[in-house]
């Protein structure tokens, strides 16, 4: 199969387009984004919008003053007590509103006096429970994710957060979303690596993607498609908690990519680096390209490895489109 016939890559080379729709429509965002009077929000989401939020809180505590904690499942329908959410800011992510146990979760804390904050890829509200039952609705664009992997709505879930994060704290440039877009456009067209980083990571038994900060959501999402679209066993990490044990399971026939966020290597991917080399283990550095700053070069990046991990899909004789045993909306609830 062409790649180019593949479903994800036309979804992939319809990210530019798209952000630049949701651009247009970002002064809503002002009267969407929700929070607490103390400047505080929740953040819940499964799979690739669950990586999404581990985006947003490095984001939107880093450049836009807000508090922003992880929500459980788990524990919130574990309760034995009402928790006290009184005023609380519940943002929900999910590609398809449709995820059974973030919908069951928000109605709860709605419940316990939360305001609900739903961010989705599906403009038809009633296909969308989660939509319908939040006070807020971010739509990330009316393009429909057909693919089981998440790819334009991933890309379009961390530039709702950087445009959320400008409409609180008018932290960044216009003319960081603007560069953002034009790399994005490159990005699809690029080979990254070629024939011969393809080769690599095809030989490779282990893929680990290590990054810092908000690069840490995009080493972990990367991590997600490989498993997804070309069953390979590849696990994220943020720099430090790779340090802390799982260097030791890498060998010479593995490969780790690490992620800068700029041309020059931080010291903590540094530390990363040395501690392979003294394991024999190979690694490939990405930088990001240039031209765009920093964590908006967080997107381009995700797409050299979401084409990536599409171009093994295929090179493994696989159907990236529809992964076996896979589902676009997975019932866990």
């Known amino acids: 199969m062409n790649i180019r016939e593949t479903l994800t890559w036309r979804d992939i080379a319809e990210i530019p387009s798209l952000l630049e729709a949701f651009s247009s429509r970002a002064g809503l965002m002002k009267r969407l984004a929700l929070r607490s009077p103390d400047k505080a929000v929740h ?39 009402p928790l006290n959410f009184k005023n609380a800011a519940v943002w929900a992510f999910s590609q398809s509103g449709r995820s059974q146990d973030i919908v069951a979760c928000l109605r709860r804390l ?13 403009a038809d509200l009633k296909a969308n429970p989660l939509a319908r039952l939040a006070d ?13 992997a998440a790819t334009k709505s991933f890309a379009l879930q961390l530039w709702a957060v950087l ?5 609180w704290s008018r932290c960044f ?12 456009a490159a990005a699809t067209e690029e080979n990254y690596g070629g024939e011969a980083l393809l080769r690599r990571v095809k030989r490779a038994n282990m893929l680990g993607f290590v990054g810092r900060g908000a690069f840490n959501a995009v080493a972990e999402d990367s991590a997600l498609k490989f498993r997804e679209m070309a069953m390979a066993h590849a696990l994220g990490y943020s720099a430090a908690e790779f340090l802390h044990g799982p260097v030791g399971a890498y060998t010479g026939k593995d490969l780790v990519f690490l992620f800068s966020p700029s041309e020059a290597i931080p010291e903590d ?21 240039r031209g765009v700053r920093f964590p908006f070069n967080c997107i381009p990046v995700d797409i050299r490895m979401k084409l990536l991990a ?11 489109d529809n992964p076996r045993g896979l589902k676009k909306v ?3 609830f």
């Open 43 to 81: 953040l819940v989401g499964r799979g690739s919008s669950g990586t999404a939020t581990l985006f947003a809180k490095y984001i939107w505590e880093t450049y836009a003053g807000t508090v922003t904690n992880f929500i459980h499942p788990h524990s919130i329908f574990e309760a034995r007590k």
């Open 110 to 122: 709605m419940g316990w006096g939360a305001r609900g904050v739903a961010v989705t890829n599906e």
């Open 136 to 148: 807020r609705h971010i739509l990330l664009s009316g393009s429909k994710e057909v693919p089981v």
């Open 163 to 167: 445009w959320t994060a400008q409409a």
């Open 173 to 184: 440039r216009p003319a960081d979303f603007k560069a953002a877009v034009r790399a994005a």
């Open 269 to 289: 991917i540094r530390r990363v680096m040395k501690a392979l080399d003294e394991r024999g283990t190979p690694y490939e550095v990405v930088r990001p390209p």
């Open 310 to 320: 599409l171009r093994l899909a295929l090179a493994k004789g696989l159907d990236p």
């Open 330 to 332: 997975t019932p866990t």
